[in-house]
């Protein structure tokens, strides 16, 4: 049995006379935030980036919280000016709590990670299906919104899970509690954060358990003390949160800015290139007010356990299964849109793309599967910024290995020293594409190829398992 040990003393600094949440002075009003098309532009833009350049691991981040984000967690904080962090008011909300509703929230650890896996799981067959598209596998916009249904009532059952527990412990707090809590709450929504006070505490978990419930803290803290339009309040990025960009931003230490690299995106792109993205951003308006409609009844149905009741099943599930089909609708179109943007993109434009990423990172240490066959296929997504089934860039892939070199007829701009090397080398068999891989201008000094080659042998092999497999 574990022996979990808490030592908790929370010293609220702030003037005993402060206000109730509600009519707190906040320092962003969220209630004046409004959905705009240049917010949704520069989504999709900024998307274009990160998906056309990024891989398979990049696109399956998520960060923290952002799984079943029905708590007003990231609506306190954007009020607050972004001025408060997770693990800090975790810290605040734990030491008010008793030791049994402590239990609660340590179960709920345990409790969840089922319903979460299956949650990610279900996201991550939506972020397969849109690699398939590209590289050029077939998957019907039906289909793909069916994976969209699957993953919103996955996502909203895992939010019922949380809500239901979180629940329980609000039944139990008493005035003193509730009093701290929202003066906890006051406090970041005033700035003055930084004046609360507390003990450290030793909790006895697993590092990914621990952060699981600061996780789980800092929502029942927003949660018990919010209200509906705290609940309500998502972030433009959230739906259709399939193309990497969050991984980015983690990877430049968040040093890169959504409307920055959106600016730089449609400054590279024609302005037929920029038309497809910006009428990408208009459908997505309506069907985004469509998405926070359906989002908000599962609010409220999500809700019914702050009052002691018992979640309804089925409205989960109805309203996960809305609020997810209309995420998969958006993401559809983005991605639609994305690879006509792809199809007209100049050698320049492909090279300027993958200069403006790697001026953000230098890399990450992506997570891939060991299957050799699927590794390649997600490393291979990367290549068909250039290498698309139409692309006039460079070289089709399909049917690659055991072709002649130098040999597709759709492609017309070979360099001098690729078509001298076909005339000494005349099939790419599986060793001689690897070796192209791992250094393009060692093996053929004079080449187009841009890329500079993959070190890691591994994935070198796993992606010429997988062109093996084209047709």
Known sequence: MVIRRFTFALILLVSPMISQAADSEMIRDISQMQVSEKALNDA????????????????????????ANYFGFVGLRVASGHSLSRSQVAKHTLAVLDSDQREILIELVTEQKAPFNKAVASRSAMNRALEGLLVGETIS?????????TYGADEALLGQVIAQRLGEIIQTLDNDQKQQLN????????????????????????????KELVNLAAR??????GDQ????????????????????????????KRGQVAKEVRSLLTEQQNALLQQSAQNNIAEFNDFLEQ??????????????KTISTDKVVEYGQATGGIEASMTWDQAQAMLKVRALLTDSQS?????IRNKYTAGGNDTLPENSIERGRQLYSQCTLCHSENSSIAPNMN??????????????????????????????????????????????PGTYMGYTGLKNKQDRQAIVEYLSTLD
């Open 44 to 67: 999709v833009a900024s998307r274009t980036l990160s998906w056309l350049t990024g891989s398979s691991s990049n696109n399956d981040y998520m960060s923290v919280g952002r799984m």
């Open 295 to 308: 989002r908000g009844q599962l609010m409220r149905t999500l809700e019914a356990a702050q009052q002691g």
């Open 399 to 444: 049917q690659i290995v055991g072709r002649k070199v130098a040999s597709d007829d759709r492609y017309q701009n070979y360099s001098k020293a690729m078509l001298e090397f076909a005339a000494k080398n005349p099939v790419w068999s599986e060793s001689l594409i690897e070796q192209f891989l791992a250094s393009p201008k060692d093996l053929i």
């Open 183 to 210: 003066q906890i709450r006051d406090a970041y929504l005033n700035g003055k954060g930084q004046d609360l006070s507390l003990s450290s505490s030793k909790i006895k978990m697993s590092k990914a358990d621990k």
């Open 229 to 256: 339009e705290f609940n309500d309040f998502e972030v433009v990025g959230k739906p259709s949160q399939h193309f990497g960009f969050v991984s980015l931003r983690i990877a430049s230490n968040h040093g890169i």
């Open 351 to 355: 090279q300027t793309l993958l200069t």
């Open 141 to 149: 916009e039906a289909a793909f919104i069916r994976l969209g249904e």
């Open 220 to 225: 029942l803290l927003s949660w018990s003390t």
